[in-house]
């Protein structure tokens, strides 16, 4: 174990001020002793070392103009992580959390996330301090036109395939492809995933990282004989991952009862109204909190980390990270919830996640769980390159398959290294073993 926690350190003391990717770091690393006991021809060939380093990190100045002609600068980031399995793949994510550190943690998380899905793509993240939220369209198209002015050199379908994260969606796709197919003067569809399905996006890719979730909890749940058939289902979060997530726990016959925002939390007894949800989210951007003003029956309470508190069977975090401490876990353990799958990235904290694996909670952790929705953008990347477009049904069930494929290899992972019930050890133990191979066999590169 010391040469893990000198690998460890070692990051801290090269990444400072970071702490997210430090606990990404920590939280991978310390459950691959494991893996380095039966392997020590990773130590030799550096492989720890080399994994936590990114292989390229680029910062650039993002100038554009408001509304009211006044020039504003945002700092943009793509941080390519780990190409040993596949060109970089992974969202950009515009909020004003991002730095580096951000970046550096979701991209880290992306190599072992991708790796389970399966298909051949490695890990990056990337994106920028700017605020999509409050302004106009014209302000959103300027901003997204001077990020992709710097972006475009560093990306292509071979290269780097970006794809949305908070802050980007379908607008912002297509304000960045437009400029990147302006200045490429080539249409290349393979450069970015979460297209339009007018210029070469795919069915379900907005509902894959929900319909993932469900689909690989349902799986996880009904080994041990439980269903989602008339379960009390809570999701944090209104964004499009809780969403479509709340989406698939109803058609197969789960009740969701409470969703939220970053300003609070709804109850619903009856079942959350998800049309209403995705009218005040998707269309009018509001708050969560004018559900209450169509739903008389519901109740709205101020603080998101309140939603915790609300009785379940099964509870999916869907917002963002460290969402779910272990006041939270504690309080889902005492009443009565079963399984915690993750939605979000990391949205669980590890003295949560303690909480949960001590009383034999089924925990699906974000790496495996919310993979649904890049193994979609690598649907999309194969049908772009063959020029063709699938049907919903294809897609969706390409999609299920992938999810339930994960699972099945997680759990043989957790099984082969004697940690049955620990799923978090087995996704990171079997999305490492596969990235780990390939750079063995490519060099000291």
């Given at each position: 174990?010391?040469?893990?926690?000198?690998?460890?350190?070692?990051?801290?003391?090269?990444?400072?001020?970071?702490?997210?990717?430090?606990?990404?770091?920590?939280?991978?690393?310390?459950?691959?002793?494991?893996?380095?006991?039966?392997?020590?021809?990773?130590?030799?060939?550096?492989?720890?070392?080399?994994?936590?380093?990114?292989?390229?990190?680029?910062?650039?100045?993002?100038?554009?103009?408001?509304?009211?002609?006044?020039?504003?600068?945002?700092?943009?980031?793509?941080?390519?992580?780990?190409?040993?399995?596949?060109?970089?793949?992974?969202?950009?994510?515009?909020?004003?959390?991002?730095?580096?550190?951000?970046?550096?943690?979701?991209?880290?998380?992306?190599?072992?996330?991708?790796?389970?899905?399966?298909?051949?793509?490695?890990?990056?993240?990337?994106?920028?301090?700017?605020?999509?939220?409050?302004?106009?369209?014209?302000?959103?198209?300027?901003?997204?036109?001077?990020?992709?002015?710097?972006?475009?050199?560093?990306?292509?379908?071979?290269?780097?395939?970006?794809?949305?994260?908070?802050?980007?969606?379908?607008?912002?796709?297509?304000?960045?492809?437009?400029?990147?197919?302006?200045?490429?003067?080539?249409?290349?569809?393979?450069?970015?995933?979460?297209?339009?399905?007018?210029?070469?996006?795919?069915?379900?890719?907005?509902?894959?990282?929900?319909?993932?979730?469900?689909?690989?909890?349902?799986?996880?749940?009904?080994?041990?004989?439980?269903?989602?058939?008339?379960?009390?289902?809570v999701v944090s979060g209104s964004g499009?991952?809780?969403?479509?997530?709340?989406?698939?726990?109803?058609?197969?016959?789960?009740?969701?009862?409470?969703?939220?925002?970053?300003?609070g939390y709804i109850y619903d007894p009856?079942?959350?109204?998800?049309?209403?949800?995705?009218?005040?989210?998707?269309?009018?951007?509001?708050?969560?909190?004018?559900?209450?003003?169509?739903?008389?029956?519901?109740?709205?309470?101020?603080?998101?980390?309140?939603?915790?508190?609300?009785?379940?069977?099964?509870?999916?975090?869907?917002?963002?990270?460290?969402?779910?401490?272990?006041?939270?876990?504690?309080?889902?353990?005492?009443?009565?919830?079963?399984?915690?799958?993750?939605?979000?990235?990391?949205?669980?904290?590890?003295?949560?996640?303690?909480?949960?694996?001590?009383?034999?909670?089924?925990?699906?952790?974000?790496?495996?769980?919310?993979?649904?929705?890049?193994?979609?953008?690598?649907?999309?990347?194969?049908?772009?390159?063959?020029?063709?477009?699938?049907?919903?049904?294809?897609?969706?069930?390409?999609?299920?398959?992938?999810?339930?494929?994960?699972?099945?290899?997680?759990?043989?992972?957790?099984?082969?290294?004697?940690?049955?019930?620990?799923?978090?050890?087995?996704?990171?133990?079997?999305?490492?073993?596969?990235?780990?191979?390939?750079m063995m066999v490519q060099g000291i590169?």
């Open positions: 174990m010391s040469y893990i926690k000198d690998v460890i350190n070692q990051v801290i003391e090269r990444n400072p001020g970071e702490p997210e990717f430090h606990q990404a770091v920590t939280e991978v690393l310390e459950s691959l002793q494991v893996v380095i006991d039966r392997h020590p021809e990773y130590i030799k060939a550096g492989i720890l070392e080399r994994i936590v380093e990114p292989e390229r990190q680029i910062i650039f100045r993002v100038p554009w103009v408001d509304d009211q002609g006044r020039v504003r600068v945002n700092r943009g980031f793509r941080v390519q992580f780990n190409s040993a399995i596949g060109p970089y793949k992974g969202g950009i994510r515009f909020h004003p959390s991002v730095y580096l550190g951000i970046i550096k943690f979701l991209g880290f998380e992306q190599v072992f996330k991708n790796s389970l899905t399966g298909m051949p793509i490695g890990g990056g993240k990337g994106g920028s301090d700017f605020d999509p939220k409050g302004k106009s369209n014209d302000e959103v198209m300027r901003f997204c036109q001077s990020f992709m002015t710097e972006l475009y050199r560093h990306i292509g379908a071979d290269i780097d395939v970006p794809a949305g994260d908070i802050g980007v969606g379908a607008r912002e796709i297509g304000y960045m492809f437009g400029q990147y197919k302006r200045i490429r003067n080539s249409f290349e569809s393979g450069v970015l995933t979460g297209k339009g399905l007018v210029y070469g996006g795919s069915l379900v890719r907005k509902e894959a990282t929900g319909y993932g979730l469900v689909y690989i909890t349902d799986q996880m749940i009904k080994v041990k004989g439980k269903s989602l058939d008339g379960a009390r289902v499009n991952v809780a969403i479509y997530c709340a989406e698939k726990v109803f058609a197969m016959g789960g009740k969701v009862v409470a969703m939220s925002d970053s300003n009856d079942g959350i109204k998800l049309d209403t949800i995705k009218q005040l989210k998707e269309v009018e951007r509001k708050r969560i909190k004018e559900y209450k003003e169509i739903h008389s029956k519901a109740e709205y309470h101020e603080g998101a980390v309140g939603i915790w508190e609300v009785p379940c069977d099964i509870a999916f975090p869907c917002a963002t990270q460290n969402e779910l401490d272990a006041k939270a876990a504690k309080t889902l353990v005492a009443n009565g919830c079963f399984a915690v799958a993750e939605g979000a990235n990391m949205p669980s904290t590890p003295e949560a996640i303690d909480v949960f694996l001590s009383n034999n909670i089924l925990f699906a952790p974000g790496k495996a769980a919310n993979a649904g929705g890049v193994a979609a953008s690598a649907l999309e990347m194969m049908q772009n390159s063959m020029r063709y477009s699938w049907s919903f049904e294809e897609v969706d069930s390409r999609l299920k398959s992938t999810m339930i494929n994960i699972y099945k290899n997680i759990s043989a992972a957790a099984r082969e290294y004697g940690h049955e019930n620990n799923l978090i050890l087995g996704a990171n133990v079997a999305g490492f073993i596969k990235v780990a191979e390939a590169v």
